[in-house]
């Protein structure tokens, strides 16, 4: 446990400083912060003035912006979570798929903030995008899948346990898929 605390610590700093390296307040727009760092209370902010679908065409246009936006959303910090719930309402077919595949990220690492939302179960409780190549392959998707099942199976809130068995159903459901899928390849 304590090596994940120490690799998310160092993770979460490399990050910061490749995000500040990557963007300036310049090419990051209204979205970020004054020290150039996205920011997801500068997008909810733009969310409110400009609606969703706008701050998605927005982010999804410059694709350093995306990447840092994605990225974000898959740590699972409530904020970004929320921001990706919001931001889904304005996705269109092929940003919604990379907010999607970032929910189920999430729940590796923070399966609660997924579940506490409803309507993010569908999104984010399915197998991960097998275009993405940390999961393009049979046994990188079917661990991946296994490690959601097994990580959601933490939750005992009482609160979370209909959510919980929901979004298990459909994560073993997404196993069928993923076997399916790599069967015709």
Not at 51 to 61: C, F, M, P
Request: overall charge positive; some cysteine; aromatic content about 6%.
């Amino acid at each position: 446990m304590k090596y994940l605390i120490v690799f998310l610590l160092f993770f979460s700093a490399s990050c910061s400083r490749k995000i500040a390296a990557a963007d300036n307040r310049s090419n990051c727009g209204p979205a970020c912060s004054d020290s150039g760092l996205l920011a997801s209370t500068k997008i909810d902010q733009e969310i409110k003035m400009h609606g969703a679908k706008q701050e998605v065409n927005r982010l999804s246009t410059n694709p350093t912006l995306w990447k840092l936006l994605i990225d974000s959303v898959e740590h699972g910090q409530k904020e970004w979570v929320s921001v990706a719930e919001v931001l889904l309402r304005g996705a269109d077919a092929g940003s919604s798929e990379a907010l999607e595949a970032a929910l189920g990220v999430t729940l590796l690492v923070n399966p609660k903030q997924i579940l506490m939302r409803i309507g993010l179960i569908h999104s984010a409780c399915q197998g991960p995008d097998v275009d993405d190549p940390r999961f393009n392959s049979y046994e990188k998707a079917f661990k991946s899948t296994q490690m959601r099942i097994e990580k959601v199976s933490t939750v005992n809130d009482s609160n979370l346990v209909a959510a919980r068995n929901q979004c298990l159903d459909l994560l073993k459901a997404s196993l069928q898929g993923t076997n399916d899928f790599f069967r015709k390849k």
